[in-house]
Nanobody, 120 residues
Framework: QLQLVQSGGGLVQAGGSLRLSCGSSGRSTFTNYVVGWFRQAPGKEREFVGAIRANVAHTESSDTLKGRFTISRDKAGNTVYLRVDDLKPEDTAIYYC????????????WGQGSPVTVSS
């Protein structure tokens, strides 16, 4: 069973950058999975940030969050990254990675979440 393990996050100053990682556990890989990034700010609904088809590097992004958010993967397709540039206090949220098989529409596997706090 594929499991997602996140790393990164923490306290960052406004204007800075950070990179979050989402890896597959054990011998499982992201082959044929779409890995997405979501975030949930305090008191707000969960928001889609973007996604990548891990083994073909095809990405999609939220229309409202384009520009400062970049999703990429390592060459083996076992780790997916979310880079956020020019951080703003409103980027403060828990960031989650999630995975769905490429033929499915729902994300069924979720990482543990990475809290990000942006100080002004």
């Amino acid at each position: 069973q594929l499991q997602l393990v996140q790393s990164g996050g923490g306290l960052v100053q406004a204007g800075g950058s950070l990179r979050l990682s989402c890896g597959s556990s054990g011998r499982s890989t992201f082959t044929n999975y779409v890995v997405g990034w979501f975030r949930q700010a305090p008191g707000k609904e969960r928001e889609f940030v973007g996604a990548i088809r891990a083994n073909v590097a095809h990405t999609e992004s939220s229309d409202t969050l384009k520009g400062r958010f970049t999703i990429s993967r390592d060459k083996a397709g076992n780790t997916v990254y979310l880079r956020v540039d020019d951080l703003k206090p409103e980027d403060t949220a828990i960031y989650y990675c999630a995975a769905r098989f490429f033929s499915q529409s729902e994300y069924s596997l979720w990482g543990q979440g990475s809290p990000v706090t942006v100080s002004s």
